[in-house]
């Protein structure tokens, strides 16, 4: 074989391989990509916090701390408390660690008792400085407890209890569904198959590109 004619196979072989991982690395980052922003789409935003200072409120916000309710680790809100009330120092025995463990023990155990997505309904109680959340279905699920919303969880997110509960209603109901579709062996069996379709893909590329760089060095 003349030496340009197989630099240039080589080049072309080289080229191809580059462009081929290429569009897998660009598939796998757009995929990625799209999983997060329908991650954000349940989470709540958050960006009035900065501007929690301009609301009128009997808590100085240097004198609130909060955390963020998860379900699967996509937030759903934060939750506040007023700082520097646990006991001798313990973090665990802070109010607002005992919130977040309660409410996501609650929603951890609705989602155990497998409700019936399609009449799922989130219904509120509220009271003077509270506003309590309930789940419900058409089957055994009947007013269990979920959260609390206050009036400083109200405050960190820059909006109004009301304001604030109509939100999260939303986004915890779509969370709740999702966090029980994907418990289902039908979605965890599709999950690994759509895995091993990659793994399988990527060693069939592998191989067809050892062929190909084969045929060109010959």
């Not at 808590?59 to 699967?72: A, C, E, L, M, R």
Request: hydrophobic residues 45%.
């Amino acid at each position: 074989m003349h030496p340009h004619n197989f630099f240039n196979r080589y080049k072309i072989s080289k080229i191809i391989t580059v462009i081929i991982f290429s569009l897998f690395t660009f598939i796998l980052i757009t995929n990625q990509t799209l999983l997060a922003l329908g991650q954000t789409s349940e989470i709540l935003q958050n960006n009035n916090i900065e501007n929690v200072t301009q609301l009128q409120s009997l808590t100085p916000i240097s004198n609130i701390v909060y955390k963020p309710i998860k379900i699967d680790g996509r937030e759903i809100f934060k939750v506040a408390a007023v700082a520097g009330q646990e006991i001798q120092g313990n973090s665990n025995t802070s109010p607002l660690n005992i919130r977040v463990r309660l409410y996501e023990n609650n929603l951890k155990q609705t989602i155990k008792n497998c409700f019936d997505a399609d009449t799922l309904k989130l219904t509120i109680e509220t009271q003077e400085n509270q506003t309590l959340v309930f789940a419900s279905d058409a089957e055994e699920l009947k007013n269990q407890f979920l959260i609390a919303i206050t009036d400083l969880d109200a405050q960190i997110h820059g909006i109004s209890r009301e304001d604030l509960t109509n939100e999260i209603i939303g986004f915890m109901k779509d969370a709740l569904i999702r966090a029980q579709r994907e418990r289902q062996p039908d979605y965890l069996i599709e999950q690994l198959s759509i895995s091993f379709g990659i793994i399988l893909a990527l060693i069939l590329l592998s191989f067809l590109i050892s062929v190909w760089q084969k045929y060109c060095l010959k």
